[in-house]
Nanobody, 128 residues
């Protein structure tokens, strides 16, 4: 069983910053190849935010979030972070961490179905 636990969400004013964390744990040895962040705003479908590949450190972002959001990881491969700057009210959502152990092709990296493991989410509220 793989567990992903997100933290760092909360209430912030527009223009502020938050840093989300996602800690992975398991009773067995896991070797994640890709970890990602998705978000779901109230009344909206869940959407891709960012992803990072473990083997080449490559990062991928939703086009609209480039320059404001930064995904990173720790060297132990157990925690992924999402630094969110210049937050806007439209960034209000529940943010989910997701991961997979097998390598993923770049063209599929934004697809939710590619990630078998998910966290419970952390809520981010940006006030105007």
């Amino acid at each position: 069983q793989v567990q992903l636990v997100e933290s760092g969400g909360g209430l912030v004013q527009a223009g502020g910053s938050l840093k989300l964390s996602c800690a992975a744990s398991s009773e067995r040895t896991v070797n994640f190849q890709t970890m990602a962040w998705f978000r779901q705003a109230p009344g909206q479908e869940r959407e891709f935010v960012a992803a990072i590949r473990w083997d080449d450190y490559d990062t991928y972002y939703a086009e609209a979030l480039k320059g404001r959001f930064t995904i990173s990881r720790d060297n132990a491969k157990t925690t992924v972070f999402l630094q969110m700057d210049s937050l806007k009210p439209e960034d209000t959502a529940v943010y989910y961490c997701a991961s997979r152990e097998n390598r993923i092709i770049v063209s599929a990296i934004r697809q939710q179905a590619m990630y078998p493991y998910w966290g419970q989410g952390t809520r981010v509220t940006v006030s105007s």
